[in-house]
C-alpha cells in the first residue's frame, strides 16, 4: 500500500477551502497527475456526490471513477476509488487558523491484481507524484 499525507496552509477561510476540495472536479487544477476531472451526479456536491477522473500514471491513463463516501463540512470529506488495478481512497480535512486554513491531504493506494507485484515501485512514484500534487495545492488553495 503506498501512502501520501502532506498539510498544506491556505489563506482562504475554511468553508472556502472546503467547498473548491469537496469538488472533486476541480482536483485537474491542480493535480498534475489528473489529465481530466468531471462531475457525475447532478446537484449539489455532497455525500454520495461521483466524479470521473482521467489519471496518468507512468505514462498510461487510468480511469478512476470517486465518490464521496464521507461528508462533514467543512471539518472533512472523504472520495474513493475502486478499479481493477487500484484501490485509492483519499481524505482531506480542514482546520481553521489565524491567516486561513490548513488543508490536510491524506492519500492512499492499494493495489490490486497484477499491480500488487510492482508495490514497492508504485509506492515510490506515488511520493513524486504527492510532491507535485503538493505544488499544485499550494498554488490554488493561495491564488
Do not use: C, H
Not at 30 to 50: C, E, H, I, K, Y
Amino acid at each position: 500500500m503506498a501512502r501520501y499525507r502532506t498539510t498544506v496552509s491556505s489563506k482562504w477561510d475554511v468553508a472556502t477551502a472546503f467547498d473548491y476540495m469537496s469538488d472533486f472536479s476541480n482536483s485537474a487544477t491542480w493535480d498534475p497527475g489528473v489529465a481530466s476531472a468531471q462531475t457525475l451526479s447532478a446537484g449539489v456536491v455532497g455525500l454520495g456526490t461521483t466524479f470521473e477522473l482521467v489519471t496518468t500514471f507512468n505514462g498510461r491513463s487510468l480511469p478512476l471513477t470517486y465518490e464521496i463516501t464521507a461528508f462533514d463540512p467543512p471539518r472533512r470529506v472523504v472520495l474513493r476509488a475502486e478499479s481493477s488495478k487500484v484501490v485509492s481512497i483519499d481524505e482531506v480535512t480542514f482546520t481553521p487558523t489565524a491567516n486561513g486554513t490548513d488543508v490536510t491531504y491524506d492519500a492512499l493506494l492499494r493495489t490490486r491484481g497484477s499491480f500488487r507485484l510492482a508495490a514497492p515501485v508504485i509506492a515510490l512514484l506515488f511520493k513524486g507524484i504527492g510532491d507535485r500534487a503538493k505544488a499544485g495545492l499550494e498554488r490554488e488553495l493561495n491564488r
